[in-house]
Nanobody, 124 residues
Framework: QVQLAESGGGLVQAGGSLKLSCVDSGRSFSRNTMGWFRQAPGKEREFVAGITWSGGSTLYADSVKARFTISRDNAKDTVFLQMNSLKPEDTAAYYC?????????????????WGRGTRVTVSS
């Protein structure tokens, strides 16, 4: 059973950095493709980044390319999202998600399990 828990959110000034973590307390983390999504107030949830089970392939939304980096540590059942050069428009609740499919996808319906989210606020 996959159980995801995000952490690392908080308040940061524009231009700053945050690193989000998501731990899977289930027993199948290393076999899952992982993704990060976010939902800003009043907006729909959107894809941020995804990574294959091996970490060998990643996918990013255009809005975060070159600023965010997704990575994983299968030994620790954890996926990370390093966020640099943060902008006020990055303010959102960030969710990690797990997929049993091989490749990461920007489509929410391709992910089978979701965490409860961690909130990121970027002040201008």
């Amino acid at each position: 059973q996959v159980q995801l828990a995000e952490s690392g959110g908080g308040l940061v000034q524009a231009g700053g950095s945050l690193k989000l973590s998501c731990v899977d307390s289930g027993r199948s983390f290393s076999r899952n493709t992982m993704g990060w999504f976010r939902q800003a107030p009043g907006k729909e949830r959107e894809f941020v980044a995804g990574i294959t089970w091996s970490g060998g392939s990643t996918l990013y939304a255009d809005s975060v390319k070159a600023r965010f980096t997704i990575s994983r540590d299968n030994a620790k059942d954890t996926v990370f999202l390093q966020m640099n050069s943060l902008k006020p428009e990055d303010t959102a609740a960030y969710y990690c998600a797990a997929s049993t499919r091989y490749s990461p996808s920007s489509l929410q319906e391709r992910y089978d399990y979701w965490g409860r989210g961690t909130r990121v606020t970027v002040s201008s």
